[in-house]
């Protein structure tokens, strides 16, 4: 489980890097909740920090922040770069709202399939198992949920949390993921 500090530190990233537009655009486009979106991101690329420096993850399978996987979606991963985060997150929000109409709705369903595929999710819920069963960890789907409550709080600065606690510290990481970002990358 990730930490709201954790939490509020890619958030920053996000919007440090400008991406919090993309990820706001994809989700009124789609229909997706932002914090969906973000929560998914979150547990893909950590919002693009943990992109190698090509821009992949999961041995090069994974393309940018959404990490499309170029197995599964080789018509998107070869006509972009995995640094066109726009069209990276916009493809990411497409996706999982089709397997949002596919599975009814069910969040953790499609957020199961959005990682495991959605014939997987399928047989694993026909043979009475949870979505989660074939998923990255076997908790995919449930931490997807946990990091949108988290971000949602942030976000919303609901259950009374003082905005103060968050703008030092984030400002701190800004600054420190910023500085790292630029001396690191060519």
């Known amino acids: ?10 958030l920053t990233y996000a919007r440090i890097r400008g991406l919090m537009g993309y990820f706001s ?10 914090a969906l979106l973000l929560a998914v991101a979150s547990r893909e690329s950590r919002m693009g920090l943990a992109l190698s420096a090509d821009g992949t993850g999961d041995h090069g399978n994974g ?27 916009d493809y990411g929000a497409e996706y999982l ?58 976000l919303g600065l609901s259950q009374a949390t003082s905005l103060s606690i968050y703008i030092f510290p984030m400002a701190a990481i800004a600054f ?3 500085n790292y970002m630029t001396t690191q990358r060519p």
């Open 63 to 89: 393309v940018g922040i959404m990490q499309i996987d170029r197995r599964y979606h080789p018509g998107f991963t070869e006509n972009h770069s995995p640094f066109d985060h726009q069209a990276n997150i």
């Open 176 to 178: 420190a993921t910023y």
């Open 25 to 34: 655009e994809a989700s009124r486009r789609y229909g997706v909740p932002l």
């Open 1 to 10: 489980m990730t930490s709201s500090f954790s939490i509020s530190s890619e």
């Open 97 to 154: 709202a089709k397997l949002l109409r596919q599975f009814n709705g069910n969040t953790a369903q499609s957020v199961a399939a959005y990682n495991a595929g959605p014939n997987k999710v399928r047989t694993a819920i026909y043979a009475g198992l949870p979505p989660d069963s074939v998923t990255t960890g076997g908790d995919y789907s449930h931490d997807v949920q946990e990091r949108k409550k988290l971000i949602n709080g942030l």
